[in-house]
């Protein structure tokens, strides 16, 4: 039975990806890559690209917008899970591929309940990848936690209520989704004294990977969207 195949790519690092994914990266009938913005090239498609034959495959760039309006994702969604319904239908085997893990903020977590919801039917694998805060905490050399110590992962854009009080309650706070708030994560760090334990990476997987330590740095430095903070108690 033809099946639709969820395929973390890791951070951005061909090398990170599982073996797993590469067998069904190769094996599939269909490849579909989410982007945020059309003129984006697609970070996970590009991670991917050298396990994939343009001959054989079909390789689908399919748009998400990058928006919490629902009115404008919810028929994106759709869209999408009645295109890959259709390929299944037809026998092909499907892979939609994510960066990190496709069960960590990603978008395929939406198109797996209008799976659920509309074509019960369509059986569905999900392939684990290497998240990006792993990733992060290795090239930073930052354990993530140990012993009984607890971590929070929280996107940034929650807001810096939820930023503090995580920084307050758990020994360690990673934060996604920086770039948008990123002024403001720097001046609650410097309120609540924690200007030496915080780790900023950017891109980790990649040529343009950045590793910044230093408040000041920090301070000097525009992110990119694909970045995040590791922020350990001190
Ligand atoms: C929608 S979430 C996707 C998380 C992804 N599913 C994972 O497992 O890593 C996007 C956020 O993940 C983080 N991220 C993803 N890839 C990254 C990378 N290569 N370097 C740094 N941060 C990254 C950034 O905080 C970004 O805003």
Redesign the pocket.
């Known amino acids: 039975m033809a099946t639709v195949f969820a395929v973390?790519v890791g951070?951005?690092d061909p090398e990170l990806l599982t073996r797993k994914a590469e067998r069904v990266l190769r094996q599939a009938d269909v490849i579909l890559a989410p982007v945020s913005n059309p003129s984006d090239a697609s970070v996970a498609l590009d991670t991917v690209r050298e396990f994939l034959n343009a001959e054989r495959q079909e390789i689908i760039i399919h748009q998400f917008p990058m928006t919490s309006d629902k009115t404008r994702l919810i028929p994106a969604w759709q869209e999408a899970a009645d295109l890959i319904a259709g390929r299944v239908a037809a026998g092909k085997d499907v892979a939609f591929i994510?960066?990190?893990?496709p069960l960590?903020?990603?978008t395929f977590i939406y198109l797996l309940r209008i799976f659920r919801a509309s074509y019960p039917q369509i059986a569905i694998e999900i392939v684990p990848?290497i998240?990006?805060?792993n990733t992060?905490a290795a090239v930073a050399g930052v354990p993530l936690a140990e012993a009984d110590e607890r971590i929070a992962i929280i996107p940034a854009t929650a807001g810096m209520e939820a930023v503090i009080d995580a920084l307050a309650r758990y020994e360690t706070v990673v934060l996604?989704?920086?770039?948008p708030v990123f002024r403001d994560i720097l001046e609650v760090l410097g309120q609540m004294g924690r200007e030496r334990s915080a780790v900023f990476?950017?891109?980790?997987?990649?040529a343009r990977q950045k590793v910044l330590t230093d408040l000041d740095d920090m301070a000097a430095h525009t992110p990119d969207?694909?970045?995040?903070m590791i922020i350990r108690r001190n």
Not at 98 to 101: A, F, N, V
Not at 176 to 179: C, G, Q, S
Not at 201 to 206: H, K, P
């Open positions: 973390g951070p951005g994510t960066i990190g893990d960590l903020y990603s990848g998240s990006s805060i992060a996604l989704k920086v770039k990476v950017e891109r980790v997987g990649s969207y694909l970045s995040l």
